[in-house]
């Protein structure tokens, strides 16, 4: 397991592709248990180990997850999350060139059960929530882009909804318009850093996952303009 950062309250990991984050019906372990496996093993703690989920990435997504240790990591991170006082950069590789380098993009999205799918609508309608997001274009290379996207929002299946809309699928990603999917089963999109201001210590997280291990993430990334890489945590 890929450990980023770990203090008494709170663990952030690097979540691989394919790591399903919380249990669902496929019955595989979640995160959330492997960790708790892990802070079981590693300090040698008998009986139920705490730990609990602050909130979730999708399967195919690899990056940051921050998990609680305690009881008041959990309730007191919950609150950050609610406040939008956790903010959050992921980094998405799509085919196809935005057609601005840099964009706030407001929609209205709908989730349906039966296809694990979301909609995203210009205007506002019946049982649609506000999705907003800002990104921008970091590299290029001769058939990919690598956009920084911030939240501003958080919804479900959110990016890939909101890039596909504008016609710019994550590369991979088969549910929103990819043409083909990835090797290893995942989308081009990392959870890529964190920053909040810690809800026990009051000092400030700020945490970046490494780069995949992949060749097209490398060479995005070699391709970025050293003034696009400077992220100032709103």
């Not at 990919?144 to 991979?172: F, M, N, S, W």
Request: hydrophobic residues 35%; positive net charge.
């Amino acid at each position: 397991m890929d450990v980023v950062y770990e203090d008494n309250h709170i663990i952030i990991v690097n979540k691989a592709v394919g790591e399903l984050v919380q249990g669902d019906r496929t019955g595989d372990m979640p995160l959330v248990d492997i960790v708790r496996q892990w802070i079981k093993e590693k300090y040698n703690k008998p009986g139920n180990v705490f730990c609990g989920l602050t909130h979730r990435i999708d399967r195919p997504t690899c990056g940051l997850v921050v998990l609680a240790r305690t009881s008041k990591g959990l309730t007191r991170m919950n609150e950050l999350f609610r406040r939008g006082e956790v903010h959050k950069t992921y980094w998405a590789i799509v085919k196809n060139r935005p057609p601005h380098d840099s964009a706030t993009l407001t929609h209205w999205l709908t989730s349906v059960e039966k296809n694990n799918k979301t909609y995203a609508s210009l205007h506002p309608r019946q049982g649609a929530v506000k999705a907003v997001l800002n990104y921008r274009l970091l590299a290029s290379t001769d058939r990919y882009h690598l956009l920084e996207v911030d939240l501003i929002t958080g919804r479900k299946h959110q990016i890939r909804c909101q890039l596909a809309a504008i016609g710019c699928p994550i590369k991979g990603d088969l549910k929103y318009g990819a043409e083909r999917s990835n090797p290893d089963g995942g989308i081009g999109l990392q959870s890529h850093r964190i920053t909040f201001t810690h809800p026990v210590s009051g000092k400030v997280i700020d945490v970046t996952a490494p780069l995949p291990h992949d060749a097209l993430w490398q060479a995005l990334a070699a391709n970025i303009h050293p003034q696009r890489n400077e992220i100032s945590p709103s």
